[in-house]
């Protein structure tokens, strides 16, 4: 009888032995931000390229996901004409918004000086996508410092038109 039990006993210490153990690090899934300098080189390319074009009236939809005041995160349709903000609406109601809500976003020389500014800042990351043919920014996406909660900003920029 005490066999059989032995037996067992050394199967299941063997098996024990035999199981791989992990000590290998975890993989890394996110990726690491582009360089400040790529980074920089990007935006003075877009920068550049946007201001080439001399597009001073155009209409985009605007939409900002942060922890703010709800209306401020409403996506919203920005008018610009000769350079200057003419109409911010709310997208779905059509209802002029508060303007002081969009100071900060209401052109697109604003939105590259968020980009700027950041630059500036040495976010802790930083993620910009352009629309490769007028190189205004589509996507924003700023997180100024990793160790505090609540100072991300994620903006969305589509549906430019040029308009008359």
């Known amino acids: ?42 935006f003075k390319i877009n920068q550049r390229l946007w201001r080439q074009k001399k597009i001073s009236n155009y209409r985009y939809e605007f939409t900002r996901s942060c922890f703010c005041f709800p209306k401020s995160t409403e996506p919203v349709i920005i008018e610009v004409r000769n350079g200057v903000t003419t109409s911010i609406t709310y ?39 352009y629309n490769p043919t007028l190189g205004y920014p589509t996507q924003i996406n700023v997180d100024y410092d990793k160790q505090r909660t609540d100072d991300e900003i994620f903006i969305t920029i589509s549906n430019l038109q040029q308009i008359e």
């Open 1 to 42: 009888m005490r066999l059989p039990i032995a037996i067992s006993a050394i199967l299941v210490a063997s098996l024990g032995l035999s199981t791989p153990v992990i000590s290998q690090p975890p993989i890394q899934v996110a990726q690491k931000p582009a360089s400040n300098s790529f980074a920089s080189e990007q």
């Open 91 to 129: 997208k779905d109601s059509k209802n002029p918004v508060d303007k002081a809500l969009f100071e900060k976003y209401n052109t697109i020389p604003k939105l590259f000086n968020i980009i700027r500014n950041a630059l500036i800042q040495k976010a802790d990351n930083l993620t910009v996508q």
